[in-house]
């Protein structure tokens, strides 16, 4: 029986016109987007960027065959593709380093001497050649599967049921048994790292901390991340000599810190039960200010992020973090948002419960605190119907993802003529957002009884990444801020995968750009949302000073 689909060979010339437009976006996916990029990332973003468009292509030339439409396909145009694209690919080599310097301007880094294109290259075409064969080995499996087919279905209704098929076969593979085999089998990997303790980390000897000796957390349950927490600054000392004295002489104190390790129960509600358990244990309630601070995907909790508000309280603080997972936010974010949303929620109900039945005068002030994929579960972690008898007094959330529901609807809700990237929402009395460059002028506007601060660089793609940039104009690039390159050009399909390239890249980037949040914009954020007493712009600066000649 003839077969009404011919396979071609697997080594057969590429598409012209495809070629061309894929060259197209591999050049400009070397032009500027949000943050700096290593030569591998450009390389790797480039090979991509090529890809995605010359597939595109090569769908659009098969659905064209599909129809049956008149072909044209001479021999020069083969050849003059094949040296129109080399051309194109060529100038945007050329071109690279002045593009990569005008990402550095905006940033306010240094120019580069050279952004390496023959790494680039190099990187690209690791990607590119696999790809390539790959997309002809699908090509191979569609054509057999459609001959099939086409025993018992017309010819263009069984290419139709081969390729849904095919497509339906890798999306369940790729999209769930796959997804969340590597997921877990990363997490499984990561929680061994985890595990190892460093030779020169004692456990704290402040009973005020978890993993001290009078703790309920074994020193060694709390994880590589939760035992970086306890031990950090500040101790007392370190805020006597940074901080204002007060009026009545009252000493500084040495700030709670509980942290409980995935390791320290066996599940969410274990691990929360003992997270009230700690902070009752270290008398955190009596202190001024108990913050609920989420961590990021592998428990980190980024050390200016609590120590700012510390210093501010002049220890008079006390916080709790909960481990829920050992991945980097970013790929969690990509493979599974939800992630840790269950250990959130169970943490602010128990803690929540316990301190609303404490006398109202006398409680501390509660908030909600978290850093990237932190933010994110930290923004599910209150259901409003527990927060309407006893709201907590406000959150602080820096770097939101750009899944944060609530951070998504407040952006939405702006009022006209505020940017995207710095937002304002009514009257500023519930939700305002700050950037490096400071919050906007409010003006005699007071901020209600709840108050709630976001923090946000745009120069960070952990936040305004968007699945939508892949067909449409992001709202931040109009007007764009002050640390985005006006060279910067959306451009469909290409703009996405720059995006998704920073968004990996967003946690490399030198402080104050991108996903790397200096101290100082975490201590004015503490400071205009909590007010704490005694301090005077001087000293208010040389604590900036202070962190930042430790380069945070």
Same mark, same amino acid.
């Given at each position: 029986?003839?077969?009404?689909?011919?396979?071609?060979?697997?080594?057969?010339?590429?598409?012209?016109?495809?070629?061309?437009?894929?060259?197209?976006?591999?050049?400009?996916? !070397?032009?500027?987007?949000?943050?700096?990029?290593?030569?591998?990332?450009?390389?790797?973003?480039?090979?991509?960027?090529?890809?995605?468009?010359?597939?595109?292509?090569?769908?659009?030339?098969?659905?064209?065959?599909?129809?049956?439409?008149?072909?044209?396909?001479?021999?020069?145009?083969?050849?003059?593709?094949?040296?129109?694209?080399?051309?194109?690919?060529?100038?945007?080599?050329?071109?690279?380093?002045?593009?990569?310097?005008?990402?550095?301007?905006?940033?306010?880094?240094?120019?580069?001497?050279?952004?390496?294109?023959?790494?680039?290259?190099?990187?690209? !075409?690791?990607?590119?050649?696999?790809?390539?064969?790959?997309?002809?080995?699908?090509?191979?499996?569609?054509?057999?599967?459609?001959?099939?087919?086409?025993?018992?279905?017309?010819?263009?209704?069984?290419?139709?049921?081969?390729?849904?098929?095919?497509?339906?076969?890798?999306?369940?593979?790729?999209?769930?048994?796959?997804?969340?085999?590597?997921? =877990?089998?990363?997490?499984?990997?990561?929680?061994?790292?985890?595990?190892?303790?460093?030779?020169?980390?004692?456990?704290?000897?402040?009973?005020? =901390?978890?993993?001290?000796?009078?703790?309920?957390?074994?020193?060694?349950?709390?994880?590589?991340?939760?035992?970086?927490?306890?031990?950090?600054?500040?101790?007392?000392?370190?805020?006597?000599?940074?901080?204002?004295?007060?009026?009545?002489?009252?000493?500084?104190?040495?700030?709670?810190?509980?942290?409980?390790?995935?390791?320290?129960?066996?599940?969410?509600?274990?691990?929360?039960?003992?997270?009230?358990?700690?902070?009752?244990?270290?008398?955190?309630?009596?202190?001024?200010?108990?913050?609920?601070?989420?961590?990021?995907?592998?428990?980190?909790?980024?050390?200016?992020?609590?120590?700012?508000?510390?210093?501010?309280?002049?220890?008079?603080?006390?916080?709790?973090?909960?481990?829920? #997972?050992?991945?980097?936010?970013?790929?969690?974010?990509?493979?599974?948002?939800?992630?840790?949303?269950?250990?959130?929620?169970?943490?602010?109900?128990?803690?929540?419960?316990?301190?609303?039945?404490?006398?109202?005068?006398?409680?501390?002030?509660?908030?909600?605190?978290?850093?990237?994929?932190?933010?994110?579960?930290?923004?599910?972690?209150?259901?409003?119907?527990?927060?309407?008898?006893?709201?907590?007094?406000?959150?602080?959330?820096?770097?939101?993802?750009?899944?944060?529901?609530?951070?998504?609807?407040?952006?939405?809700?702006?009022?006209?003529?505020?940017?995207?990237?710095?937002?304002?929402?009514?009257?500023? #009395?519930?939700?305002?957002?700050?950037?490096?460059?400071?919050?906007?002028?409010?003006?005699?506007?007071?901020?209600?009884?709840? =108050?709630?601060?976001?923090?946000?660089?745009?120069?960070?793609?952990?936040?305004?990444?968007?699945?939508?940039?892949?067909?449409?104009?992001?709202?931040?690039?109009?007007?764009?801020?002050?640390?985005?390159?006006?060279?910067?050009?959306?451009?469909?399909?290409?703009?996405?995968?720059?995006?998704?390239?920073?968004?990996?890249?967003?946690?490399?980037?030198?402080?104050?750009?991108?996903?790397?949040?200096?101290?100082?914009?975490?201590?004015?954020?503490?400071?205009?949302?909590?007010?704490?007493?005694?301090?005077?712009?001087?000293?208010?600066?040389?604590?900036?000073?202070?962190?930042?000649?430790?380069?945070?």
């Amino acid at each position: 029986m003839t077969r009404p689909f011919t396979q071609e060979p697997i080594l057969s010339p590429l598409l012209p016109l495809a070629l061309i437009a894929a060259a197209l976006a591999f050049t400009t996916a !070397l032009t500027p987007s949000l943050i700096p990029r290593a030569g591998a990332m450009q390389g790797a973003l480039a090979g991509a960027a090529f890809m995605a468009v010359y597939w595109l292509g090569a769908v659009l030339a098969g659905l064209w065959r599909w129809l049956g439409l008149p072909q044209w396909r001479p021999r020069w145009l083969l050849w003059a593709g094949h040296g129109v694209a080399l051309v194109i690919i060529i100038y945007g080599l050329t071109r690279v380093t002045d593009w990569q310097n005008a990402v550095n301007a905006a940033a306010g880094l240094p120019p580069v001497e050279t952004a390496r294109p023959f790494t680039i290259s190099g990187v690209a !075409l690791m990607i590119i050649v696999p790809l390539i064969i790959l997309g002809r080995l699908l090509r191979i499996l569609v054509l057999a599967k459609a001959n099939q087919l086409a025993r018992f279905l017309p010819a263009r209704l069984a290419l139709a049921g081969a390729l849904i098929t095919t497509a339906a076969l890798f999306w369940m593979v790729g999209n769930g048994v796959l997804g969340g085999a590597v997921l =877990r089998g990363l997490d499984s990997a990561a929680q061994q790292v985890d595990s190892l303790i460093p030779d020169d980390l004692p456990p704290p000897a402040e009973p005020t =901390r978890s993993g001290s000796s009078e703790s309920f957390l074994a020193w060694d349950s709390l994880g590589a991340a939760g035992r970086r927490f306890v031990t950090g600054f500040p101790d007392r000392a370190q805020i006597e000599a940074l901080t204002p004295t007060p009026p009545d002489g009252t000493p500084a104190q040495t700030p709670v810190r509980v942290y409980v390790g995935l390791n320290s129960a066996e599940t969410p509600e274990e691990r929360a039960a003992l997270a009230l358990a700690e902070l009752i244990r270290t008398e955190a309630f009596s202190r001024n200010v108990l913050v609920i601070a989420t961590p990021t995907g592998t428990g980190f909790v980024q050390p200016a992020s609590l120590s700012t508000l510390e210093f501010l309280w002049r220890g008079d603080v006390a916080s709790v973090s909960v481990q829920y #997972s050992y991945l980097a936010s970013w790929l969690t974010l990509l493979v599974d948002p939800d992630y840790g949303v269950e250990t959130a929620r169970a943490v602010f109900r128990e803690i929540h419960d316990y301190w609303r039945t404490l006398p109202a005068e006398t409680r501390p002030r509660l908030y909600l605190h978290g850093l990237s994929l932190g933010s994110l579960n930290s923004e599910l972690s209150a259901d409003v119907w527990e927060l309407l008898a006893a709201p907590h007094n406000g959150a602080f959330w820096v770097g939101p993802t750009f899944a944060n529901t609530l951070w998504q609807d407040f952006t939405a809700r702006r009022n006209p003529g505020t940017p995207a990237w710095r937002p304002v929402v009514g009257r500023g #009395s519930l939700v305002r957002f700050a950037t490096q460059d400071g919050m906007p002028d409010h003006g005699t506007q007071p901020w209600g009884p709840v =108050r709630i601060l976001y923090l946000q660089y745009p120069s960070d793609a952990i936040s305004f990444f968007s699945p939508e940039s892949l067909w449409r104009k992001p709202d931040w690039l109009s007007p764009r801020a002050p640390d985005v390159s006006p060279a910067f050009r959306w451009v469909p399909v290409v703009s996405f995968l720059q995006l998704l390239a920073d968004f990996v890249a967003a946690f490399r980037t030198p402080v104050g750009v991108g996903h790397a949040y200096a101290a100082r914009h975490y201590m004015d954020g503490w400071y205009a949302l909590t007010e704490p007493p005694g301090w005077a712009p001087q000293q208010l600066e040389a604590l900036r000073a202070w962190y930042a000649d430790r380069g945070l």
